[in-house]
């Protein structure tokens, strides 16, 4: 016998009620569900009673004007989200579409521009018949409309409502361009470095400059340098030569490669926020797409150790 088969003499629900209940608790209202569902209310209801009887619990309080998950419901909903996802994901991956899909990411620029486009190709190659529609953030407290599949942030992994995975958590580094690190090799150097040039910083973290310059008996300058709102912004600039940045080295480590920066201070400064992948499953069913991306961006992501700085770390004399 299988292992994924049921347990012998248990005899499924019928896909119709499930299907009822998974729409009913996503709406919170029968009547809502029968719209979705093509159905009149008295079926929705009719259909949910008789997963109930079968199951021999109640997975529903019925509220005067909506309803209420009970303790075994909520526990039910989860793990039928996700048959019903990689179920549809299965359906479409084995006998394809009759139209061309469109998968909506919401996600923050610098993660689009310095991390996402290094690696998109591979997607679009594993699957040509889905389009990709990316919507670039600066900040995202804000909530995703309905249209987004994928919504990526940076925080604590904390948002209520969502269940977060976690994709990036790097630790930050000191980079700037390769014609400024001879200036940089010693201690004199760079206190002479950072009284003519601005240090750049993303705006908010500005004391990341303080935890590498303090262990070299370094002060920092009173100024507040050059603040950024993003770390495609603090990179470019550090890139063009206006002075040295902290990124985080996920972000750098593309112009690392390329030699368009190098690390100009040795050590890291860990943060404590990452990069984390939102699902919002109990908002609407999942688009099987989706399921497919976000399995390929955890994939993505664990090829790279977290936490690992990139580039080799120089060595003042």
Same mark, same amino acid.
């Given at each position: 016998?299988?292992?994924?088969?049921?347990?012998?003499?248990?005899?499924?629900?019928?896909?119709?009620?499930?299907?009822?209940?998974?729409?009913?608790?996503?709406?919170?209202?029968?009547?809502?569900?029968?719209?979705?569902?093509?159905?009149?209310?008295?079926?929705?209801?009719?259909?949910?009673?008789?997963?109930?009887?079968?199951?021999?619990?109640?997975?529903?309080?019925?509220?005067?004007?909506?309803?209420?998950?009970?303790?075994?419901?909520?526990?039910?909903?989860?793990?039928?989200?996700?048959?019903?996802?990689?179920?549809?994901?299965?359906?479409?991956?084995?006998?394809?579409?009759?139209?061309?899909?469109?998968?909506?990411?919401?996600?923050?620029?610098?993660?689009?521009?310095?991390?996402?486009?290094?690696?998109?190709?591979?997607?679009?190659?594993?699957?040509?018949?889905?389009?990709?529609?990316?919507?670039?953030?600066?900040?995202?407290?804000?909530?995703?409309?309905?249209? %987004? *599949?994928?919504? +990526?942030?940076?925080?604590?992994?904390?948002?209520? /409502?969502?269940?977060?995975?976690? &994709? @990036?958590?790097?630790?930050?580094?000191?980079?700037?361009?390769?014609?400024?690190?001879?200036?940089?090799?010693?201690?004199?150097?760079?206190?002479?470095?950072?009284?003519?040039?601005?240090?750049?910083?993303?705006?908010?973290?500005?004391?990341?400059?303080?935890?590498?310059?303090?262990?070299?008996?370094?002060?920092?300058?009173?100024?507040?340098?050059?603040? %950024? *709102?993003?770390? +495609?912004?603090?990179?470019?600039?550090?890139?063009? /030569?206006?002075?040295?940045?902290? &990124? @985080?080295?996920?972000?750098?480590?593309?112009?690392?490669?390329?030699?368009?920066?190098?690390?100009?201070?040795?050590?890291?400064?860990?943060?404590?926020?990452?990069?984390?992948?939102?699902?919002?499953?109990?908002?609407?069913?999942?688009?099987?797409?989706?399921?497919?991306?976000?399995?390929?961006?955890?994939?993505?992501?664990?090829?790279?150790?977290?936490?690992?700085?990139?580039?080799?770390?120089?060595?003042?004399?």
């Amino acid at each position: 016998m299988s292992d994924s088969a049921p347990p012998s003499g248990y005899h499924l629900p019928p896909l119709p009620w499930l299907r009822a209940f998974e729409a009913a608790a996503r709406h919170s209202s029968f009547t809502a569900a029968a719209e979705e569902l093509n159905l009149t209310q008295a079926a929705v209801s009719h259909q949910v009673r008789s997963l109930e009887k079968h199951l021999g619990v109640t997975l529903f309080e019925r509220l005067p004007r909506s309803l209420r998950l009970t303790e075994m419901g909520a526990a039910y909903l989860p793990p039928l989200r996700r048959s019903f996802g990689e179920l549809a994901a299965a359906t479409s991956g084995l006998f394809g579409s009759s139209s061309k899909r469109t998968l909506t990411i919401r996600a923050p620029v610098s993660f689009v521009g310095l991390w996402l486009s290094q690696r998109i190709k591979s997607f679009i190659e594993l699957y040509p018949d889905m389009s990709v529609r990316i919507l670039s953030v600066v900040w995202s407290h804000t909530e995703p409309d309905e249209a %987004t *599949d994928i919504d +990526i942030r940076f925080g604590d992994g904390i948002w209520p /409502g969502y269940t977060a995975y976690l &994709l @990036l958590q790097s630790s930050s580094i000191a980079v700037c361009h390769p014609d400024l690190l001879p200036q940089m090799s010693t201690r004199e150097g760079i206190e002479q470095v950072i009284r003519r040039m601005p240090l750049i910083h993303v705006t908010g973290y500005e004391n990341l400059w303080h935890r590498f310059l303090k262990p070299l008996g370094i002060d920092p300058p009173n100024n507040e340098g050059l603040n %950024t *709102d993003t770390s +495609i912004t603090a990179l470019e600039f550090a890139a063009a /030569g206006v002075g040295p940045a902290a &990124l @985080l080295s996920c972000f750098a480590e593309d112009a690392l490669k390329t030699g368009r920066l190098v690390r100009c201070l040795p050590g890291t400064a860990s943060i404590e926020q990452g990069h984390y992948l939102l699902t919002t499953e109990g908002r609407r069913r999942p688009n099987p797409d989706a399921v497919k991306f976000r399995q390929w961006l955890l994939d993505e992501a664990a090829k790279n150790p977290l936490s690992v700085p990139a580039g080799p770390e120089p060595v003042l004399v």
